[in-house]
Every structure is written in structure tokens, then in C-alpha cells.
């Protein structure tokens, strides 16, 4: 079945940029997206890339897809302590059924 | 304003007391679901309906029941809830080209 990988930690200091990466299965996913769980919140959509781009850019946020190496990534510019979360990866499968989650990355920002 | 509303938001049980875990939502979706994530596991599904009196299995549906009798609500029930089933759980819900999904604000739960 479809899998969906991330690593579970990351920290960063306040300022730099973050990279959040995943890695996927289904080749045949027409969606990826990324959502966002602040503490005792529930998931917000922070963006969505379909398959055949590259990449996609909105404000502090990047994302960039590599479909022949299965590869999603976030990358958030100027990191704030605001952004600490966690951050799932997720795709929609073959049937659009179901979103496949993965187990979430955890962003902690220092000061 | 959208919205997908669970309640309750906590609970506590003891093990073997059926309860219910309402969801509902205002955007007229036909497609609603369950999840729920544990440390580690991401979310896993466990039960959706793509519309009135349409149900199926997710990945982990074995101890949960759904109904769908109405558009707008979709009831998560454990007859006889154990421990392993203490998790944060989350009603999801989009409309037919589910691009996109909304979910809840999340109800944890706690068997004892």
C-alpha cells in the first residue's frame, strides 16, 4: 500500500530557513499536500502542490517536488516561533479514497 | 464561517462504556471521515462515508462503528472502548473532488 516518510524532529533557529522533507510511494498521487498541527489544534492545510509541478510558492513558503525520486519537501523562509508544529506530509491515493498521512515532522524553533 | 464541530473535545472513560463522538459539518460535504494519529503513526484512517447511508472500512476500523443518516453528521461510536483505543481522534469532511480536506479541531480521548 501507499507510505508516506518523515523524519519526526527538526530544529532550527529563529531567522534561518526550514526544510521539512518527505518521501512517498504512489506515483500515481495527483495531490501532495502539506498541513500544519499547532499544540492542541487540529490540522490546517498550509499549501497543496499537484503532480505535474515543480514547484510552488506562497509567501515564506516553498515546495518543491522531485516526482521521479518520490520526494516533497517544505522549505519556510525567516522561521519563526510561530512556526513551531508539527508538520505532516500527506498524499491522496490511487482511488482518492483516503490521504495518506505521514507520521509528521516536529519543528522547534529556538531562539 | 466553514467548519467541521466534534464534541466532545476530551474525554475520559472507563473501559467497556459505550460512547459517541459527534461530528458535524456546515459546508454541505459529501465526503466525511475518521481519524485518528497516534505519536509516531501519523493518522490512520478509520472509517468513511462518501455520502448519505455510504460507509467503508479505513485502515483501522476494528472497534469503531459510524453512521452517516444525514449529510452533515457523521457519529464515531465505540461500543466497548479498550485502552489501545485512548488516541486523538479527528472528523475530517470535503466535497466530491476532495482536493482538499477539513478537518476538525480533534477530540482526545482517554480510556482507563
Known sequence: GEDVEQSLFLSVREGDSSVINCTYTDSSSTYLYWYKQEPGAGLQLLTYIFSNMDMKQDQRLTVLLNKKDKHLSLRIADTQTGDSAIYFCAEKDNYGQNFVFGPGTRLSVLP | ?112
Not at chain 2, 464561517?1 to 459505550?18: F, S
Not at chain 2, 458535524?24 to 481519524?35: A, L
Not at chain 2, 453512521?67 to 465505540?78: A, D, G, Q, T, Y
Request: aromatic fraction near 10%; proline fraction near 5%.
Open chain 2, 1 to 112: 464561517e466553514a467548519q467541521v464541530t466534534q464534541n466532545p473535545r476530551y474525554l475520559i472513560t472507563v473501559t467497556g462504556k459505550k460512547l459517541t463522538v459527534t461530528c458535524s459539518q456546515n459546508m454541505n460535504h459529501e465526503y466525511m471521515s475518521w481519524y485518528r494519529q497516534d505519536p509516531g503513526l501519523g493518522l490512520r484512517q478509520i472509517y468513511y462515508s462518501m455520502n448519505v447511508e455510504v460507509t467503508d472500512k479505513g485502515d483501522v476500523p476494528e472497534g469503531y462503528k459510524v453512521s452517516r443518516k444525514e449529510k452533515r453528521n457523521f457519529p464515531l461510536i465505540l461500543e466497548s472502548p479498550s485502552p489501545n483505543q485512548t488516541s486523538l481522534y479527528f472528523c475530517a469532511s470535503s466535497d466530491t473532488t476532495r482536493d482538499r480536506v477539513d478537518f476538525g479541531a480533534g477530540t482526545r480521548l482517554s480510556v482507563l
